[in-house]
Nanobody
């Protein structure tokens, strides 16, 4: 079955950086688009960044210029480099992919930006 496992979350001060990782299994990773979503308390889950199989990327306006999504097909892993973090980036971050059978989600990793 498809499994997505995130790691790399934690507590960081405003202005700091974190790198999230998501390792996939059960899929031919190189042909799948991958996305990072986040959900803050009391808010809807939102798309943060997306990368296609061809490595085209797009970002939410709120993170453009600060976050970078990338992928390593040899490691079946997608990354989210988060720089210049703000308190409003605090959320649970989820890895996502989808195919004709539906959406697949990881368990999420908490990112807290606070002094």
């Amino acid at each position: 079955q498809v499994q997505l496992v995130e790691s790399g979350g934690g507590l960081v001060q405003p202005g700091g950086s974190l790198r999230l990782s998501c390792t996939a299994s059960g899929i031919i990773f190189s042909i799948y688009a991958m996305g990072w979503y986040r959900q803050a308390p009391g808010k809807q889950r939102e798309l943060v960044a997306h990368i296609t199989a061809g490595r085209s990327t797009n970002y939410a306006d709120s993170v453009k210029g600060r976050f970078i999504i990338s992928r390593d097909n040899a490691k079946n892993t997608v990354y989210l480099q988060m720089n210049s973090l703000k308190p409003e980036d605090t959320a649970v971050y989820y890895c996502n992919t989808r195919d004709g059978k539906g959406d697949y989600w990881g368990q999420g990793t908490q990112v807290t930006v606070s002094s």
